[in-house]
T-cell receptor, first 112, second 112 residues
Framework: GQQLNQSPQSMFIQEGEDVSMNCTSS?????WLWYKQDPGEGPVLLIA?????ELTSNGRLTAQFGITRKDSFLNISASIPSDVGIYFC????????????FGQGTRLTINP | NAGVTQTPKFQVLKTGQSMTLQCAQD?????MYWYRQDPGMGLRLIYY???????DKGEVPNGYNVSRLNKREFSLRLESAAPSQTSVYFC???????????FGDGTRLSIL
């Protein structure tokens, strides 16, 4: 089945550093979503992007919907310990039951 | 907390046993989904229900069945569990349009 190509797979950074991750696809999506998953919990929505070129922020998080509709990136500024977790991108096409396609995830580890 | 509730949280089965995973949402959402999450694979869709009374196969439906009992509840059944079905299972729900999915906290299933 199709999955998005998410990179990097893992990141090890120092507290206070900025983080950048991205997702690419060979197919066009109408909506891009970014989720975060903490250990033992389900994914929680961080940012939803609905229009090509859209740039949206949520606190220290900023995400963009690529102009080609085939990619998206997520930036985290000034990382803090609670940013640790796995970040997933997901693409959505507006058809049928609107099934999400997920990236493989980026595991973020922060050294204090 | 309102949202998506999954039961049980943990389960260990022997090969060949049957099991039903339960999911309920109290957000009056129309669509519900079952995913499995395996290391390095992101989330893969097993089955979904676009609305009450309908169910459809996702990416990895083999070995599973589902029932949309009513608008609130969507169950996943393993008729004869196999070790390859050891995974973390997530239920999600969504209202309509391009609104994002909301996830439960998962059921961790081990099959020996």
């Amino acid at each position: 089945g199709q999955q998005l190509n998410q990179s990097p797979q893992s990141m090890f950074i120092q507290e206070g550093e900025d983080v950048s991750m991205n997702c690419t696809s060979s197919s066009i999506f109408n909506t891009w979503l970014w989720y975060k998953q903490d250990p033992g919990e389900g994914p929680v929505l961080l940012i939803a992007l609905y229009k090509a070129g859209e740039l949206t922020s949520n606190g220290r998080l900023t995400a963009q919907f690529g102009i080609t509709r085939k990619d998206s990136f997520l930036n985290i500024s000034a990382s803090i310990p609670s940013d640790v977790g796995i970040y997933f991108c997901a693409g959505l096409r507006i058809q049928g039951a609107q099934k999400l396609v997920f990236g493989q995830g980026t595991r973020l580890t922060i050294n204090p | 907390n309102a949202g998506v509730t999954q039961t049980p949280k943990f389960q260990v089965l022997k090969t060949g046993q049957s099991m039903t995973l339960q999911c309920a949402q109290d957000m009056n959402h129309n669509s519900m989904y079952w995913y499995r999450q395996d290391p390095g694979m992101g989330l893969r869709l097993i089955y979904y229900s676009a609305s009450e009374g309908t169910t459809d196969k996702g990416e990895v439906p083999n070995g599973y069945n589902v029932s949309r009992l009513n608008k609130r509840e969507f169950s996943l059944r393993l008729e004869s569990a196999a070790p390859s079905q050891t995974s973390v299972y997530f239920c999600a729900s969504r209202v309509v349009g391009d609104q994002p999915q909301h996830f439960g906290d998962g059921t961790r299933l081990s099959i020996l």
